[in-house]
């Protein structure tokens, strides 16, 4: 895999290329991220079709008329609204994507949630392919100072929370 900027993934999906690669039967997402007392950042991927899919759906017949510029602000939006964080202490963190990899079935995000205070409980959503897919389940590994929490998000459990 190859770090590469979030325009040129907007350009790949622009292409015919986006829509190649292997079909799956199963609609999962993964996330390795990393708990400190002021941060959650990680790693989050998706496969690739059904990303764009996504991108398809909240677009609409635009989808195909817009530059990379435009489908670069586009996947930022839809990550923000369908990836956040809220600290116990009701703050809502700002994603920010601070990298974007694709590869021939998979494209990712490595990202960072910053908080102005310590963080000591977090609730992490992910409706990302909600709407697509109803048995689509977002994974996430948050490793932690105390230890490795594992949640699994359902369109009928979109959220989980961990405690420092």
Known sequence: MKLVPLIHIALIVLSAQAFAGPKHDVH?????????????????????????????????????????????????????????????????????????????????FNFTFSSSAPISSISIGNTVLFQEFRDQMNMINVKTPTGEHSLVLTSSDPNGSIQL
């Open 28 to 108: 999962i997402s993964y996330c390795k991220s990393q708990l400190t007392r002021t941060s959650l950042s990680g790693k989050v991927s998706y496969y690739k079709d059904d990303f764009v899919k996504a991108l398809r759906n909240r677009q609409g017949t635009a989808f195909y008329g817009q530059g990379p510029a435009r489908l670069e602000q586009a996947i930022t939006a839809y990550m923000r609204q369908n990836f956040t964080a809220t600290t116990g202490a009701g703050e809502k963190l700002p994603l920010i994507i601070t990298s974007t990899g694709i590869d021939e079935t998979s494209i990712w």
